[in-house]
């Protein structure tokens, strides 16, 4: 049976809920609801779906939703995966299958890239892992999934990478880009438009 939220006569804040299935987001947005001011709602779920896919994870959020929350009008949902492994073919199901209120958060080719935009601006094309290579230029004792000791510096440069993530996005778009849910648009995150939402709470 799902957990209604009630209240008396209290306007309901609207819920937000994160879902991955990657330790590296999980702690980093653990982290970020730590440090929120105000009573903000907001929740951390991982996945324990058998496949790394959008499709398993989408039906995994939705199938959690369902039993565990209530269908409040304002609420969202977000879905943060990599692009490491993913395929475009499950990228485009998992964008028609999931409902409006949800939306998939990607980082091509993975999770540290965002961490890497919040100390430079950078637009050519990353293999897997090399973010992390880049990031320990900046951040030389950082391991994955371990955030919580680079936290208070990812705080400080949050809106330089919020303003990179912007810039890079305008980039793909100049160069003709439509889908930027794609395997080929590397490197690339919309996690900045999360961050953001739940800043702007």
């Known amino acids: 049976m799902a957990r209604v939220r009630t209240s008396k006569n209290i306007p309901l804040k609207p819920l937000v809920v994160i879902f991955s299935d990657g330790r590296t987001e999980l702690n980093y947005f653990s982290c970020k609801k730590s440090d929120l001011k105000g009573k903000r709602n907001v929740r951390i779920e991982p996945v324990f779906a058998n496949e790394k896919k959008a499709t398993e994870m989408v039906k995994y959020a939705k199938d959690y939703i369902r039993n565990n929350y209530g269908n409040e009008p304002n609420d969202r949902y977000f879905c943060v995966m990599d692009m490491d492994r993913a395929a475009d ?8 299958q999931k409902p409006k209120k949800m939306d998939l958060i990607i980082s091509n080719p993975d999770f540290e890239f965002w961490f890497l935009l919040h100390y430079e601006y950078h637009q050519g094309s990353l293999q897997n892992r090399e973010p992390i290579e ?10 994955k999934p371990d955030v919580e000791h680079i936290y ?50």
């Open 89 to 96: 073919a499950d990228i485009k199901t998992a964008l028609k």
């Open 134 to 143: 880049k990031l320990r230029e900046y951040e030389r004792g950082y391991e």
């Open 152 to 201: 208070p510096s990812l705080k400080g440069k949050e809106m330089d990478a919020i303003s990179h993530a912007e810039r890079l996005r305008q980039f793909h778009q100049n160069e003709g880009i439509d889908d930027l849910n794609s395997v080929s648009v590397n490197p690339y995150t919309n996690v900045d438009e999360l961050v953001s939402y739940i800043n702007s709470m």
